[in-house]
T-cell receptor, first 115, second 114 residues
Framework: AQSVTQLGSHVSVSEGALVLLRCNYS??????LFWYVQYPNQGLQLLLK??????LVKGINGFEAEFKKSETSFHLTKPSAHMSDAAEYFC?????????????FGKGTKLSVKP | EAQVTQNPRYLITVTGKKLTVTCSQN?????MSWYRQDPGLGLRQIYY???????DKGDVPEGYKVSRKEKRNFPLILESPSPNQTSLYFC?????????????FGSGTQLSVL
């Protein structure tokens, strides 16, 4: 069965600093991986997705993620944090099992950006 | 505008009083799903539906019911709410065309059961 683990429930960075949010996955088959972002008082929206076309995936708002099969990781990065990046971020993997393609979400990482 | 609409946005109720949270999408999506979000637990799936009249349990279905009589609507029913169902609820939908299709989420329903 597929699963994802997000390391760190809270991450705090200064404005302009590198953002690194960690996600490790478990999958016996090539995975479909996603990062979603949830801004305060809103639903989740897709940030980026990995579908095997390229290992480095670029998303919205300057975020990108690199798929590393050897490390079973799909970490999310942004070179320079902005105040508007403060949100909760969820890594997710598509389930190939009996649930017919449901998304399995990590527990989330809340990003704070200090001025 | 493509969207998933949930109502109400906020709901306070008492133990045992039946309630329904509505969800509607205007994108002709086959797949719809309900999640609950709790601090430290992330999103957990309650029920999902692959198409009209086809529903199945997710990870935490106890105490909830759903129906899918029309493609656009997927209401969540709590027949006898209890305080442990106090949570933030999200409805979501997507097409089934490909495995990399993204989920569209509603804005959420904050439920408090007293």
């Amino acid at each position: 069965a597929q699963s994802v683990t997000q390391l760190g429930s809270h991450v705090s960075v200064s404005e302009g600093a590198l953002v690194l949010l960690r996600c490790n996955y478990s999958s016996s088959v090539p995975p479909y991986l996603f990062w979603y972002v949830q801004y305060p008082n809103q639903g989740l929206q897709l940030l980026l997705k990995y579908t095997s076309a390229a290992t480095l995936v670029k998303g919205i708002n300057g975020f990108e993620a690199e798929f590393k099969k050897s490390e079973t990781s799909f970490h999310l990065t942004k070179p320079s944090a902005h105040m508007s990046d403060a949100a909760e971020y969820f890594c997710a993997v598509r389930d190939y099992g009996g649930s017919q393609g449901n998304l399995i979400f990590g527990k989330g990482t809340k990003l704070s950006v200090k001025p | 505008e493509a969207q998933v609409t949930q109502n109400p946005r906020y709901l306070i109720t008492v133990t045992g009083k039946k309630l329904t949270v509505t969800c509607s999408q205007n994108m002709n999506h086959e797949y719809m799903s309900w999640y609950r979000q709790d601090p430290g637990l992330g999103l957990r799936q309650i029920y999902y539906s692959m198409n009209v009249e086809v529903t199945d349990k997710g990870d935490v279905p106890e105490g909830y019911k759903v129906s899918r009589k029309e493609k656009r609507n997927f209401p969540l029913i709590l027949e006898s709410p209890s305080p442990n169902q106090t949570s933030l609820y999200f409805c979501a939908s997507r097409t089934r065309a490909r495995m990399d299709e993204k989920l569209f989420f509603g804005s959420g329903t904050q439920l408090s059961v007293l």
